[in-house]
């Protein structure tokens, strides 16, 4: 049971290049989510998913896109990297998608992003 | 104004201290609290939550909450060269909702020295 994995661990990305991070995991959970995290700003949610084929913006989804096409795997994009979005990002999975610690919402190891 | 605050740190406590951490919040309506714990270089854990006023103890963890001040406290009883992480409040406001919005503070470091 790896619970949830991140691909890749570390990136150096160009500006203007584009790439996908990769979530997966092995809980059977519904609910899966993106979240990013910078010195001083704390976690900040992205995208998320409440199932199979449907996601759903955060509080900061601009010049990032998911998709969920299998349960067990989250995608996000970023088609045209920007200094900007140079961030931990992590990765996040639930059973209901009650954010309270009812249910935990389990974190992967995050995919540290550099874009110069 | 932020939703969540919390003083960043770094605090910088000996083995065996009592630890206090902090958040405090913007807004009535959240009602769940909760405490992360994050280690280096890994993803954030959960380690208490509670419902509205009152303490929660766990162990040599208590969490409180003053929803008159709206004020949340962690506190690490007996603290460990283990306890050594940044420490993340997060504030939940409606609980029924399908995903029910998290907020995040932005944490604080704490290291325990032996």
């Known amino acids: 049971n790896a619970g949830v994995t991140q691909t890749p661990k570390f990136r150096v990305l160009k500006t203007g290049q584009s790439m996908t991070l990769l979530c997966a995991q092995d809980m059977n959970h519904e609910y899966m989510y993106w979240y990013r995290q910078d010195p001083g700003m704390g976690l900040r949610l992205i995208h998320y998913?409440?199932?199979?084929?449907?996601?759903a913006k955060g509080e900061v989804p601009d010049g990032y896109n998911v998709s969920r096409l299998k349960k067990q795997n989250f995608l996000l994009g970023l088609e045209s990297a920007a200094p900007s979005q140079t961030s931990v990002y992590f990765c996040?999975?639930?059973?209901?998608?009650?954010?309270?610690?009812?249910?935990?919402?389990?974190f992967g190891p995050g995919t540290r992003l550099t874009v110069l | 104004q932020k939703e969540v605050e919390q003083d960043p740190g770094p605090l910088s406590v000996p083995e065996g201290a009592i630890v206090s951490l902090n958040c405090t919040y913007s807004n009535s309506a959240f009602q769940y609290f909760m405490w992360y714990r994050q280690y280096s270089r890994k993803g954030p854990e959960l380690l208490m939550y509670t419902y509205s006023s009152g303490n929660k103890e766990d162990g040599r963890f208590t969490a409180q909450v003053d929803k008159s001040s709206k004020y949340i406290s962690l506190f690490i009883r007996d603290s460990q060269p283990s306890d050594s992480a940044t420490y993340l409040c997060a504030v939940l406001a409606d609980r029924g909702s399908t995903l029910g919005r998290l907020y995040f503070g932005r944490g604080t470091q704490l290291t325990v020295w032996p």
């Open positions: 998913s409440v199932g199979e084929g449907t996601t």
């Open positions: 996040a999975s639930s059973y209901f998608g009650l954010a309270d610690g009812s249910d935990t919402q389990y």
